[in-house]
């Protein structure tokens, strides 16, 4: 079997097992949702957090609960970090406290879903940290994203109120009834194919030729899992999903990519569900799948083809690939892993050819869409959506509406705000850090470095840290040294203004559209369940994603893909 | 203003009690109900899939090991065994200092397409491995001229492992021939026939070789 080939059926398999789960996973969370029950745990939950479950919230009263609980997670988190070197060994592994600057980085990058890792998980972080706080976040940030996505779905299906639900409620049930089960079954799955999950300190194991190498312990199986699931990507070890213990065989690759996939994807079926059209979540899943698709194909033609003339001179694009996966398995996660806001990688996007990682970077630029974080993927494409329609809406003269809502200057405002956030702070925070003199030091793949002397790759390596910070993804292009007070502090703040200041936005146009009476469909009404309007949609994204970046891109991934 | 200040408190002491219960739920409940199963049902793969040989241990099935012989050659590096099959090469913490195949240190090269460095040290594996296996440097495999993802990649391709049969079989005293069906038996096809790629193992070669050598 042709390596081509292989990738192929790889990614057929994908599809396929996605197809599966797709209306099952997607009419239970559309239940988990709106079920009026409450579990067990969850009341006991609530009666400790001191919430009634049953409150309906206004969109002021809902984002006062995703950025209170948010607060509470960096702090705890960058002091758990900071004390991590009075802990026991027996939890710290011996490990000393995390510096300032690189704790707040880490507490950001977790809490807002980024995961951006400026140190190596195995040569800093004890068990005490891993579990008690970057696990808890893995899920926890997951299920404030998906709450967040559900509010918004609530403002298009509600009317005449502008209630949005309740935030704990939709926090806890995320949590338990959806991320946690998934988990278990997941983590076994993964032990069971070679991943570890223990306690165990670093120990000594021995070697064929006599001696003794140190190995690392840890709870590795049940965070690998979160990490995917809840789209998170920050690894247990630096080598992040390329580490065997993290990745063991190319099964559990394609598994941890579906992991990646299925909640963002399901998420428009439980759309569909809530807004009462199943079609209207269809056209969302087709533009997603459709991009998906697509750059999925780039990146094998791309990858396959490995040009650069380091690659060109070894025979093929394997530096930073791992042989059990090999270049197709590597190309189907990269783009996975960056058109969704996880960040995992199991090879190294800085090794990819120019083009691949190009590709890697346009896919969060897209803003992570196609189909997104959990949570975020669905609310950013509905945002999208709205200024698709608006389009649609200039061209005919009519009033834009969308699922029976009226798109008036307030929302169009809210959504423009909403698509111009990121792109500020990356090409910003991008530009700031060329201008200065001390952060381009930390480029691995300098101009001197480089084959042809142009050192495109070292700018796309700053260019790569911003553009994944602010969408909350998290992969890196590795060779850049961030850990340094100034990416550490500004990466730092990418993330979370990337993260919350877009759902300050998203709230508000829920409370506004939730507040609407709807409007009745008449002959002129836009079809938003059509694959026109799902063309429509694509060109939307492309287009505005295109002339924003453009400039940027130009001068570094595709300078060095066309040298 | 006072209301909106105490209603701040509430709100950030609700947060806080949320994410003490579900630091409990998911950072101490959850990861050790995974332990506790894993333990029992997978125990030696949640433990890091140690392989024995001769009554002791000799590595993890997972993990890539180096086999060299105590001399240093002229870059300091300590020179490879020819007497056993050889991994790929390593990045691992390869930014700071030699620490190749330490297993407490993962991670890549991180070295662009168009690098010049990277160029290099393709070019030099190049002759290397030609050099030390006593073949053509065309015939070099791209697993060969690479650094993995992880730094402790446990696999070859099966062409890197039949392009050292040949001079493992003449290091050990064995015929090619046995040496080259070794090869043959060690090589994983891909997961369910399709997932990944063809791999060699090769730690587990190298126990194998060594059982052979030794009848």
């Known amino acids: ?118 140190y190596s998980g195995e040569q800093a972080m004890g068990h005490a940290v891993q579990t008690l706080g970057l696990a808890v976040q893995n899920f926890v940030s997951a299920a404030v994203g998906i709450a967040v996505a559900v509010a918004l779905v609530r403002g298009f299906a509600r009317s005449r109120t502008g209630e949005l639900g309740n935030f704990w409620a939709d926090l806890v049930r995320g949590t338990v009834r959806v991320l946690i089960p998934i988990s ?26 006599g001696g003794t190498q140190q190995v690392n312990g840890g709870a590795v199986a049940s965070q690998e899992v979160i990490k995917e699931l809840g789209t998170n990507g920050g690894g247990y070890f630096n080598a ?102 996880t960040g995992a990688v199991d090879s190294f996007h800085s090794s990819f050819t120019g083009f691949g990682g190009g590709i890697t970077l346009l896919g969060m630029m897209l803003g992570e869409i196609a ?46 705000c909403y698509i111009l956030i990121t792109p500020t702070l990356v090409l910003g925070f991008t530009a700031l850090s060329m201008a200065l003199s001390g952060p381009p030091e930390s480029m691995l793949n300098t101009a001197a470095n480089s084959v042809d002397g142009s050192g495109a790759h070292g700018f796309s390596e700053v260019l790569y840290a911003f553009t994944s910070g602010a969408n909350n993804n ?90 | 203003m006072n209301n909106s200040v105490s209603s701040t408190f509430r709100v950030v002491g609700a947060g806080l009690r949320a994410l003490l219960v579900l630091t409990l739920v998911c950072g101490v409940i959850y990861p050790l109900v995974v332990t506790g199963v894993a333990q029992a049902a997978f125990h030696d793969k949640a433990n890091g899939s140690e392989v024995k040989a001769d009554g002791r241990s000799v590595g993890s099935e997972r993990l890539g090991q180096r086999y060299d012989l105590d001399k240093k050659g002229k870059d300091g590096n300590p020179l490879p065994d020819p007497k056993f099959f050889q991994p790929r090469a390593s990045a691992a913490g390869a930014n700071t200092e030699n620490t190749q195949y330490k297993i407490v240190v993962s991670g890549a090269s991180n070295l662009a397409a168009d690098s010049k460095v990277l160029l290099t040290s393709v070019e030099q594996r190049r002759a290397d491995v030609a050099a030390f296996n006593g073949v053509s440097p065309s015939s070099v495999p791209v697993d060969a001229l690479t650094a993995s993802a992880s730094g402790l990649d446990p696999d070859i391709s099966p062409e890197y492992a039949r392009l050292q049969a040949e001079r493992v079989a003449k290091a050990n005293g064995l015929p090619a021939a046995a040496v080259r069906k070794l090869v043959e038996d060690h090589t994983d096809g891909r997961v369910l026939g399709f997932m990944g790629n063809e791999r060699v193992n090769v730690l587990k070669l190298n126990i194998a070789l060594r059982e052979l050598a030794k009848s």
């Not at chain 1, 983590?187 to 070679?194: E, I, P, T, Y």
């Not at chain 1, 093929?316 to 059990?324: L, N, S």
């Not at chain 1, 834009?400 to 809502?405: M, R």
């Not at chain 1, 040294?481 to 993330?495: E, H, R």
Request: hydrophobic share 50%; proline share 5%; charged share 10%.
């Open chain 1, 1 to 118: 079997m042709s390596p081509v080939l292989s990738g192929v059926l790889q990614l057929t398999a994908l599809v396929a097992a996605l197809a599966l789960v797709y209306r099952p996973l997607g009419d239970y969370m559309a239940r988990v949702y709106s079920s009026e029950k409450h579990l067990r745990v969850e009341k006991w939950i609530y009666r400790s957090i001191g919430a009634d479950p049953d409150a309906e919230m206004r969109w002021p009263a809902y984002l006062r609960g995703v950025l209170a609980f948010s607060f509470v997670g960096v702090l705890f988190l960058y002091l758990l970090q900071r004390i991590q070197g009075i802990l026991p060994d027996s939890v710290s592994l011996g490990f000393t406290a995390i510096s300032p600057d690189q704790a707040f980085n880490t507490a950001a990058s977790f809490v807002a879903n980024t995961n951006w890792q400026s």
């Open chain 1, 474 to 563: 998290g992969s890196a292009f590795g060779g850049l040294n961030a850990n340094t007070p100034w990416y550490n502090t500004t990466i730092g703040l990418a993330m979370l203004l990337g993260r919350f200041l877009p759902m300050v936005f998203v709230l508000a146009l829920a409370g506004s559209l939730a507040e609407q009476k709807p409007v009745p469909e008449t002959a002129g009404t836009l079809r938003t369940e059509k694959p026109l309007f799902a063309g429509l949609l694509v060109g939307a994204i492309l287009i505005i994603t295109g002339l924003t970046y453009f400039p940027a891109l130009a001068l570094g991934p595709m300078a060095e893909g066309l040298s």
């Open chain 1, 240 to 341: 992040n999903s390329s580490h065997p213990f993290e990745n063991p065989n190319a099964f559990t690759n394609l598994f941890e990519i579906f992991l990646i996939l299925v909640i963002p994807f399901a998420l428009t079926r439980t759309f569909g569900k809530l807004v009462g059209n199943v079609k209207q979540g269809y056209a969302i899943l087709a533009t997603m799948g459709v991009i998906w698709l697509g750059f999925t194909a780039l990146m094998m033609w791309t990858e396959f083809a490995g040009h650069g003339a380091a690659l060109e001179a070894a025979g093929g694009a394997m530096e930073g690939k791992e042989q059990r996966f090999g270049v197709g398995a590597s190309a189907i996660f990269g783009v996975a892993t960056t058109l969704t806001s």
């Open chain 1, 184 to 209: 278990v079954v997941g983590a076994l799955v993964l032990v069971a194919c070679g991943a570890i999950q223990n306690f165990a300190g670093i120990h000594e194991i021995g070697r064929l030729t």
């Open chain 1, 371 to 416: 189909p997104g974080g959990v949570g975020s993927g669905l609310y950013g494409m509905l945002v999208m959506a709205i200024i698709a329609v608006f389009i649609a809406g200039l061209m005919v003269g009519r009033t834009p509406e969308y699922l029976g809502k009226k798109i008036g200057t307030r929302e169009i405002k809210l959504a423009a």
